[in-house]
Structure formats: C-alpha cells, structure tokens
C-alpha cells in the first residue's frame, strides 16, 4: 500500500514578503446580517478574512454587519440572496469573486426554525418542505456550487474549508419541532459526504452543533429554558451561549488552526450534549 503525500497547505507555500492575515482570502457567510451570522462575520474579519455577507433580508441590520467588517479594515459587500433559489447561486458567486476574489472560505449559517412549536402529529407538508428546502436542500446546492469552484482553483493562495453550522438538534430530539431536527439531522450527513469527497483536495469541511445560544431564533423560549440552563438541568456550564462562542469556534476552523481534522463535529453547547442519568 503506497500512502499519500498530503496536498500542500497554502500557509507552506511561498507567500509574498508582505503576506499575513490577508492571505485568508475570502469567506462567504449565508445568513450573515445578525446573530450568529454577524458575529461570524465580524470574527472572520478580525482575523484576516474579506467577508461576503449574504441574507434574505436587505435591511439596515445587514449595513450594520458590512460596516463591522469595514472597521475591522477588511474587504466586504451585502448580496441578498434566498439559498432555496439555487437558479440564483451561479450570479452570487460570480460577484463575490468579482469584487473580492476566489472564495477560501464558505460558511454555511443559513437557516429558518419551524414558524409555531407544536405536535409533530399536525406538521403540513408545506410547512415541512418549506423548511427543508431551505436548512437542506439549499444550503445542500450552494456547497456543491462552491465546492465546485473550489476544486477548480489550480493555485489556492489561502487554507480552504466549508463549515456548516447544524444544531444540537441534529442528534437531539425535539419532537415539538421536528422538521428542524429531521434538517438538521439531514445536513450533518450533508457535511459527512463532502468531507470524504474533497479530503484528497485539501479542503476542510467542518461542522459545527451550537446548543442553546441567545438569538431571535430562540427568543420564544428563553424564559422557559433560562431556570433549566441555571440548574445545570440543559447545559452543565449554566449559561446560555452567545452568538461569539459559535464565531469563535468557526474563525478556529477557518484559519487552518485544526489542519487535520475534517468531517469533524464540534459541539459548542456548554456540554448539553453529554449523556447523563
């Protein structure tokens, strides 16, 4: 059996004198306008990255994130883009590339929860494809469209990797709402199949299951859950996450901090995810 050499990472390869943070190249961040997607924006900025911040909504909150970065002193622009619309993809990275350069980084944030918590018993199949089409089958598309493209860069000038934000959901079971979990569920195995599959081309693909993180998404339960997360009883570290714990674990992955790891899970829930009697 004759063993592979591994690819060249690009921080071996010989950069310009002037090289440093802004060899990061480009990072892609959908639903980036706020929460956990501004907070990714702004970490992966901070540490050298040209950020293409893509939302739904164009709105004030989405100028708002741009303006973080600019501050930072990086590159970056607003597209709004709907990733169920996989018609639409071919145009965003088109732009992207155009006006910051070949993309080094996607980050896949994107995501909607299930409109009311309810019986899993009355769950319409409008409301269940809906969901999937857009936490699944488009955040499914838009990898493989920047996978594509990433493949056929014949000279990568920065580390390359694609990190999927999940949930805890993906394992945990919330029948309450369970097109989320079923989504959820459907990406981590999503993440899996592109790890293998471009292992031998030096991109890494990551992903990452928050827990309990202070959002709007999870506003409709924050009373509920708070006394739970104070007891220990949800989160063994008694406290809720904030959206920099998640853009702090993905600008580690981005870097190439982790360079042999890929088709990796990385909770970042306060241990909510340890099985305990």
């Not at 739904?56 to 970065?69: A, C, L, P, Q």
């Not at 990733?83 to 944030?109: K, P």
């Amino acid at each position: 059996m004759t063993l592979r050499e591994p690819p060249p990472r690009a921080s071996e390869k010989a950069l310009p004198s002037d090289a440093g943070l802004g060899e990061r190249g480009v990072a892609l961040v959908t639903g980036g306008r706020r929460g956990i997607g501004r907070a990714i924006c702004r970490e992966l900025a901070a540490n050298g990255f040209d950020v293409a911040v893509v939302d739904i909504v164009d709105d004030d909150s989405g100028r708002e994130t741009v303006e973080m970065v600019k501050r930072v002193g990086r590159k970056t622009f607003f597209r709004q883009c709907d990733i169920s619309d996989t018609g639409s993809y071919a145009t965003l990275l088109d732009q992207v590339e155009g006006e910051l350069g070949a993309i080094s980084c996607l980050v896949n944030n994107a995501g909607i929860q299930v409109p009311v918590r309810g019986d899993l018993l009355d769950v319409s199949e409008e409301m269940f494809d809906h969901l999937i089409n857009i936490n699944l089958r488009g955040t499914f598309f838009l990898t493989q469209a920047v996978a594509r493209r990433m493949v056929a860069q014949t000279a990568p000038v920065a580390e390359r990797s694609i990190i999927t934000i999940t949930s805890a959901n993906a394992g945990l079971v919330s029948p309450e709402k369970g097109p989320y979990c079923v989504s959820k569920a459907g990406l981590s195995m999503a993440s899996q199949q592109f790890a293998l599959r471009l292992a031998a081309e030096g991109i890494r693909v990551h992903e990452i299951r928050p827990g309990l993180i202070r959002t709007s998404m999870t506003a409709d339960v924050y009373e509920r859950y708070s006394p739970l997360v104070a007891a220990g009883d949800i989160c063994p570290m008694r406290r809720w996450g904030e959206p920099e714990d998640i853009a702090r674990g993905i600008a580690t992955l981005a870097t190439g901090a982790m360079p042999f790891s890929t088709g990796d899970i990385y909770n970042i829930g306060g241990g909510m995810q340890i099985h305990q009697l």
